[in-house]
């Protein structure tokens, strides 16, 4: 029972903003949203979460929707670095396990 | 520097060799847990620890058991490896405060022949 809906792969210039989306219209009042990415089969490493509000990070910004059935994660100026498998992961607060869905495959391109 | 660290990285074995993966981390973290990822399934958790000597399932336990006797580390032990518990798996840790980030391992690949 997925909580999230991502699109399995897309592509970026160098450069140029990521903005990878996720939908989560099951999300409930006091669930959090969350982006991790693995790159290549290294350890998951988090970048960003929220509740309501926009986020800004010296990674990334989260955007979300006002009803929050959605959100979007903004690489500002995406490098050869950033390649990786990027995960939306919505739990609640004071829920530790992280249910990672397939993701989305970000190709950053030269 | 803040991290989480596993060992071996890299481990080839046959079936049935018990054999124990070490996860430690020095950020005074309650909560550990153990991953494992494979193809097209993606991360599925194995176990937890909400703190030392409390222990519990995860989603796919079946074949492994852990041990927290000491609150930095939270060792994954295959007492009867078989060829399908080849993976990768990954440790991670975390703070008990709701809203606190995970961090991760490097992983350990395993191979069981």
């Known amino acids: 029972d997925a909580k999230t809906t991502q699109p399995p792969s897309m592509d970026c210039a160098e450069g140029r903003a990521a903005n990878l989306p996720c939908n989560h219209s099951?999300?409930?009042?006091?669930?959090?949203v969350y982006w991790y990415r693995q790159i290549h089969s290294q350890g998951p490493q988090y970048i960003i979460h929220?509740?309501?509000n926009n986020e800004t990070n010296e990674m990334a910004s989260l955007i979300i929707t006002e009803d929050r059935k959605s959100s979007t994660l903004i690489l500002p100026h995406a490098t050869l670095r950033d390649t990786a498998v990027y995960y939306c992961i919505v739990t609640g607060a004071g829920s530790y396990q992280l249910t990672f869905g397939k993701g989305t495959k970000l190709s950053v391109i030269p | 520097e803040a991290q989480v660290t596993q060992n071996p990285r890299y481990l080839i074995t046959v079936t049935g060799k018990k054999l124990t993966v070490t996860c430690s981390q020095n950020?005074?973290?309650?909560?550990m847990s153990w991953y494992r990822q494979d193809p097209g399934l993606g991360l599925r958790q194995i176990y937890y620890?909400?703190?030392?000597?409390?222990?519990d399932k995860g989603d796919v336990p079946e074949g492994y058991k852990v041990s927290r006797k000491e609150k930095r580390n939270f060792p994954l032990i295959l007492e009867s490896p078989s060829p399908n518990q080849t993976s990768l798996y990954f440790c991670a840790s975390t703070t008990l405060s709701s809203t606190d980030t995970q961090y991760f391992g490097p992983g350990t690949r395993l191979t069981v022949l």
């Open positions: 099951t999300i409930s009042g006091n669930e959090y």
């Open positions: 929220g509740l309501k």
């Open positions: 950020m005074n973290h309650e909560y």
């Open positions: 620890s909400m703190n030392v000597e409390v222990t």
